[in-house]
Nanobody, 125 residues
Framework: VQLQASGGGLVQAGGSLRLSCAAS????????MGWFRQAPGKERDIVAV?????????YYPDSVKGRFTISRDNTKNTVYLQMNGLKPEDTGVYYC??????????????????WGRGTLVTVSS
């Protein structure tokens, strides 16, 4: 599967952005999808995971819980990340990724095998 993330940009602290990740290829709906963030000089960290079903189980780390919402539309092969209340520490390149194994909801980047090119989010203070 090929993934293409979009929707990044420059926003002031407290603002909102909605990222989209379009998938091409087969079997999108059989796998959990994740959004990751990589800040300059730091590791790539998970910010959201959604199970294989539209409206399915989600996971968020404490750093974004209550501010970010992941969703997916399997009819459009697209996963979204709605980001509200953005903070300067949310700045980074955001990547979408497909989990490696059907039926799992991994949090480690090593458990994802298909990655989009990333979209830059910059939050100014």
């Amino acid at each position: 599967v090929q993934l293409q993330a979009s929707g990044g940009g420059l926003v002031q602290a407290g603002g909102s952005l909605r990222l989209s990740c379009a998938a091409s290829g087969r079997a999108f709906s059989n796998y959990a999808m994740g959004w990751f963030r990589q800040a300059p000089g730091k590791e790539r960290d998970i910010v959201a995971v959604i199970s294989m079903w539209s409206g399915g189980i989600t996971y968020y780390p404490d750093s974004v819980k209550g501010r970010f919402t992941i969703s997916r539309d399997n009819t459009k092969n697209t996963v979204y990340l709605q980001m509200n209340g953005l903070k300067p520490e949310d700045t980074g390149v955001y990547y979408c990724a497909r989990s490696r194994t059907v039926g799992t909801m991994p949090r480690a980047s090593s458990e994802y095998d298909s990655w989009g090119r990333g979209t830059l989010v910059t939050v100014s203070s």
